[in-house]
């Protein structure tokens, strides 16, 4: 992968919630590369920061949230080759920059279409708001645009369902109004969190199949955030695995799933019920994570690991490249 | 050993001597109120002629999506709702069978404490007022099963066999994580003695690493106590790796009972297939070559579910008949039951091979 297709460059990217019983350091140092076209899955346990890090691309973080320092790159696409570079960490959140990429260039869906939906507004309505704010165009082309979009996503009667409230939807239809909104601007980058966690499983493979059509159709990159490693091994081509913070190990989908080198990674692998002629035994993590106001010293993994060593205890460990696009933040792997 | 067989025998006999409990043309409509004097405007048959059985020590999965009634057929069970039709005879301690549909209300408390349930959400299935202690001995303490003192060993050796230290037991469960919320959860069920575990969803609600634990411990507490679950869950994976055996529903409806292996390696009704094939599997490798199958359409309403096959709409084999006759649940071969019309002439695929 070389430079060129680099579409956002996190580096050290740190956010802490200053909260009255102490600061929760929800992310804390993460580095991540995403690149055109591509899907990159961030993956880990509730709590391990991947939802707040994906805010922050949209640079919506909510207070007592506030990104401290690190930066975010991002590589715009003009209209030339030559790319135009914002660092969104630094942009004001309620800015006219911001206010220009949000929804436009980089769009998000959500877990819950439910509670992400206005329920007072039709489906068409909330659509054709997106495209107004960040197009010029009339309110009817608008609205040829949104049915357009219904259709594209798998909507049945898009010139009907236009005119729909929320509720009268299925958890999956209003997915797809969800993504047909996201993906309204053409953005290059869609930023999709948990986005089948509450759908039945036949539902589930729909979108992942519609996102995965939509994706090449658009050529946009996707960030998939999850906790199902199913879902990961499915849509992948980069997979960030994180732990309290931290992206632990980074690699493709290939070498996290077939040769990770982390022990969580390892781990959380050994965890997950397969689906094979032979029933594997379990071998769950030991303990549990820990309070975000009490997070161990040196590696946080450590009074999890099977392999920890005396040093873990005192020494974080860095970004060890073992690979090319495979990098892990282990002691087993560093070379001091 | 198929349970349709039974329909014929006396109410007191099981069909198979190590059968536990035997679910037989279970029906449960909830009745849809409508204006002032909340006349019926029909039903939602949720549950609508259910029939399975569960073997004594076996672990036998309920699968479905969400809105099939695999929840309501646990409730049923556990009798947390008057059935509207069917019987559930279930086997007791002495070997005698009784009908757990027919057990009026007051005489329940005997099978409560047999039967219990798991429910999904650690969070919400705990009375946050209520130490552990009070949760777990609750239902010792108002069937007055035992001493105070006595009481006190029970809850803190059960306590420590769940992986919890019976030194917390006065707290709260706030202070308490959402894995160790699900161990009070289980301890809280098993308090009784029981012999069948209902888990609704068991572990749908935790993270991964946690999900493994209350597994594994699920399993070593069966082995130990000698006991049977049930096990409701919408995760395939989950399914596979604790069931034995695992009943299929649609729309209120089995549609396929099957050995777990020979399900999951060759499923015989088109909505299994299309389920199985909508699992996420944790292999990145052939991931090309898998093809989920996308379904047509909304799954049927229970309310007013279409005629003949309720499947027939979303299926692609269906033909004419399938728009007319209801297919019953019937006995392919001696350890698989299937509620198709064609379930010998087509061939499917199984996520197993």
Redesign the interface.
């Given at each position: 992968m070389n430079s060129q297709n680099l579409l956002m460059d996190v580096k050290d990217l740190r956010i802490f919630f200053f909260t009255d019983e102490g600061v929760v350091k929800a992310v804390n140092g993460v580095n991540m590369q995403i690149y055109r076209g591509r899907t990159l899955c961030l993956v880990g346990e509730s709590g391990c920061g991947k939802s707040v890090a994906c805010r922050a691309f949209l640079n919506i973080i909510r207070s007592p949230g506030r990104i401290v320092t690190g930066e975010m790159k991002y590589y715009r696409q003009t209209n030339g080759s030559m790319a135009d570079v914002v660092d969104i960490a630094k942009l004001d959140p309620r800015g006219k920059q911001i206010r220009q990429i949000r929804g436009k260039e980089i769009s998000m869906i959500f877990q819950e279409p439910m509670t992400s939906l206005s329920m007072m507004h039709t489906i068409g309505d909330q659509i054709i708001e997106t495209i107004l704010l960040h197009n010029k165009v009339t309110k009817a082309e608008a609205r040829k645009r949104a049915i357009e979009m219904l259709d594209r996503v798998g909507m049945p009667k898009p010139d009907r369902i236009v005119d729909e409230y929320p509720f009268r939807l299925s958890g999956g239809m209003r997915q797809r109004a969800m993504i047909a909104m996201a993906l309204s601007c053409n953005p290059s980058l869609l930023i999709a969190d948990e986005p089948t966690t509450a759908l039945d499983v036949t539902t589930q493979a729909q979108i992942v199949d519609l996102i995965r059509d939509l994706q090449k159709q658009f050529n946009m990159s996707v960030l998939y955030i999850t906790h199902d490693l199913g879902v990961v091994a499915e849509v992948a081509d980069d997979v960030a695995v994180m732990y309290l913070g931290k992206i632990v190990e980074f690699g493709d989908v290939e070498i996290i799933f077939h040769h990770p080198k982390h022990p969580y990674t390892q781990a959380l692998l050994r965890s997950i019920p397969k689906i094979s002629r032979e029933r594997e035994e379990l071998d769950p993590i030991q303990g549990m994570v820990p309070s975000p106001f009490r997070r161990p010293t040196g590696c946080q993994f450590h009074p999890r690991c099977t392999q920890a060593m005396e040093k873990c205890r005192q020494i974080e460990p860095r970004i060890t490249q073992v690979g090319e696009n495979h990098a892990v933040q282990c002691l087993l792997y560093e070379t001091l | 050993m198929t349970t349709t067989d039974t329909q014929i025998s006396s109410p007191n006999k099981m069909a198979a001597p190590d059968n536990l409990l035997e679910v037989n043309g279970l029906k449960k409509h909830f009745p849809i109120v409508k204006g002032v004097f909340s006349a019926a405007q029909g039903n939602v048959k949720a549950v609508d002629d259910v029939s399975f059985h569960i073997r004594k020590g076996e672990t036998v999965g309920l699968v479905g999506?969400?809105g099939c009634g695999k929840t309501t057929v646990g409730r049923c069970i556990v009798r947390a709702y008057p059935v509207t039709d069917g019987t559930m005879r279930y086997r007791m301690r002495d070997d005698s069978v009784i009908d757990l549909a027919a057990v009026p209300e007051k005489e329940l408390s005997p099978f409560r404490r047999d039967i219990r349930m798991i429910f999904q959400d650690p969070y919400s299935s705990l009375n946050p007022r209520m130490t552990i202690f009070e949760a777990v001995s609750e239902v010792l303490r108002v069937n007055n099963l035992c001493s105070p003192s006595e009481m006190q060993d029970r809850v803190s050796s059960l306590l420590r066999r769940v992986g919890l230290r019976p030194e917390y037991m006065q707290r709260y469960p706030h202070a308490f994580?959402g894995?160790?919320r699900q161990r009070i959860v289980v301890a809280r069920a098993l308090i009784t003695n029981p012999r069948l575990v209902v888990c609704d969803e068991a572990v749908s609600a935790l993270?991964?690493?946690?999900?493994?634990?209350i597994?594994?411990l699920l399993e070593e507490l069966q082995a130990d106590f000698d006991l049977t679950y049930l096990f409701i869950s919408?995760d395939?994976?989950?399914i596979?790796?604790?069931c034995d055996r695992v009943v299929v529903m649609y729309v209120g409806k089995v549609v396929e009972v099957a050995d777990a292996?020979d399900l999951?390696?060759r499923p015989r009704h088109p909505y299994t297939e299309?389920?199985l094939?909508?699992?996420?599997?944790?292999?990145?490798?052939g991931?090309e070559q898998?093809k989920?199958i996308?379904?047509q359409g909304?799954i049927a309403d229970p309310a007013n579910p279409p005629q003949g096959c309720y499947f027939h709409p979303r299926c692609k084999f269906a033909q004419q008949i399938c728009r007319e006759q209801t297919p019953e649940l019937r006995v392919l071969d001696k350890k698989r039951q299937v509620a198709c019309h064609f379930a010998e002439a087509i061939q499917l695929n199984g996520?197993?091979s």
């Open positions: - | 999506e969400s994580s894995g160790e993270d991964v690493s946690i999900r493994a634990q597994l594994n919408h395939l994976s989950v596979r790796h604790i292996l999951y390696s299309a389920l094939s909508a699992v996420p599997l944790a292999d990145p490798r991931r898998r989920h996308h379904l909304e996520v197993i």
